[in-house]
């Protein structure tokens, strides 16, 4: 499989260090769609702080990837739903650390619906 950036210059604004416009997927085989994932424990529960909650969403993540033959590396889209706008860049950081400093197309959208000790939930696409 081999991917490709695509950060038009003109006619659109720029894409930043953490995000490109789009991820063109080539030779895939197999394609995966993760369903929201929350920063929750093995017995359920969530984790006490936005940090905590982020740790365990990347953990859950990363085990839904190898449960597919998978690893972040085959990640090529993010939707973040945060509980808080204020989470926006603690998000970032956290996601860029995972993804170990590789941007995808992410969308980050702000949801007052989660239940009230969910701070943060990450629906992922990976393809291999």
Known sequence: METVIHNP????YPATGD???AIEVRDARRTLYVSGTMGLDAAGAAGA???EQLDLVW??????L????MTVDNIVRITSYLRDASHAEANAAARMEALGGRAVPVTGIVVGH???DWLVELEVIAAA
């Open 59 to 64: 953990s859950n993540l990363r085990t839904i």
């Open 66 to 69: 190898a449960s597919a033959g």
């Open 19 to 21: 995000y490109v416009h």
């Open 114 to 116: 989660l239940a009230d």
């Open 49 to 51: 702080t936005f940090a």
């Open 9 to 12: 210059a003109d006619g659109i």
